[in-house]
C-alpha cells in the first residue's frame, strides 16, 4: 500500500521568505510526526500530532516554526522568515495508536529546504 | 531526559565478516529501543526494536541487538556483512515518559568493502 508521502522533495528559498511543507500519512494513522535532520546528524522530533491537535510541539525551535493538521490527516509544516540555519532534511512519520504500548512510526522520504 | 550515544561515526567492515555497531543509552524511565536503517536517497525504515520482551531482538536482514541494562547499551550485530547494508544506522530511544517521541543519536555510517 501506499506509504508516508511528502512534498516537495526538494525546495530551495531565499532567506526571509516563507515555506510550507505537505505530509500525506499512511492512511488511517492518526498519529502523526515531523522531524528536522541537519547534516551530518540524526533526526530530531519537532511536533506530534494525535488527531487534529499537536499533543507535543517541544521541539519546535521558535515560533517562526508552526504546524497544522486541520482535518486529521494531511499535515504542513509552515516556516517563516526562513533562515540559512534551517536548511535540512524535513521528515514525516505516521502511526497507528493502538492500546498503550509503542507503535512503529513510518517514515516519509523528507523534504529537503535549502535556504540560500 | 533521554538520549543515545553511538559510540563510532563510521565503521568499515569487508564483506563476509561480523558487524557491530555500538550504541549506549541513558533514559530515566524503561526505555522502548530501536535501530533505524537509511539508505542513500531513502526513507528512515525500522531495523528491530526492543520494547521490554526478550532481551536479544532478531530484526530483519539478519541483523539482531541485545538490551544490557546494566550497560545501558543497545549494540547492533550481525554475523556477516552483505554489500548492501552499506548504509547510516541509527540508534534510538523512546520512552513512556516522554509519549512516543523518537530521539535519535548522530547515526553511524556503515561502509562494506569488497
Redesign the interface.
Known amino acids: 500500500g501506499a506509504g508516508v508521502s511528502q512534498t516537495p522533495s526538494n525546495k530551495v528559498t531565499e532567506k526571509g521568505k516563507y515555506v510550507e511543507l505537505r505530509c500525506d500519512p499512511i492512511s488511517g494513522h492518526t498519529a502523526l510526526y515531523w522531524y528536522r535532520q541537519s547534516l551530518g546528524q540524526g533526526p530530531e522530533f519537532l511536533i506530534y500530532f494525535q488527531g487534529t491537535g499537536a499533543a507535543d510541539d517541544s521541539g519546535l525551535p521558535n515560533d517562526r516554526f508552526f504546524a497544522v493538521r486541520p482535518e486529521g490527516s494531511v499535515s504542513t509544516l509552515k516556516i517563516q522568515r526562513t533562515e540559512r540555519g534551517d536548511s535540512a532534511v524535513y521528515l514525516c512519520a505516521s502511526s497507528l495508536v493502538v492500546g498503550g504500548g509503542w507503535n512503529e512510526q513510518f517514515f516519509g522520504p523528507g523534504t529537503r529546504l535549502t535556504v540560500l | 531526559a533521554q538520549s543515545?550515544t553511538q559510540l563510532d561515526s563510521h565503521v568499515s567492515v569487508s564483506e563476509g565478516t561480523p558487524v557491530l555497531l555500538r550504541c549506549n543509552y541513558s533514559s530515566s524511565y524503561s526505555p522502548?529501543l530501536f535501530w533505524y536503517v537509511q539508505h542513500p536517497?531513502?526513507?528512515?525504515?525500522?531495523l528491530l526494536?526492543y520494547?521490554s520482551a526478550a532481551t536479544l531482538v532478531k530484526g530483519i536482514n539478519g541483523f539482531e541487538a541485545e538490551f544490557k541494562k546494566s550497560e545501558t547499551s543497545f549494540h547492533l550485530t550481525k554475523p556477516s556483512a552483505h554489500m548492501s547494508d552499506a548504509a547510516e544506522y541509527?540508534c534510538?530511544v523512546?520512552d513512556?515518559e516522554y509519549?512516543?517521541?523518537?530521539?535519535?543519536?548522530?547515526?553511524t555510517i556503515l561502509r562494506v568493502k569488497s
Open positions: 543515545v522502548s536517497n531513502k526513507g528512515l525504515q525500522l526494536k520494547t541509527f534510538v523512546s513512556r509519549g512516543n517521541k523518537l530521539v535519535f543519536g548522530a547515526g
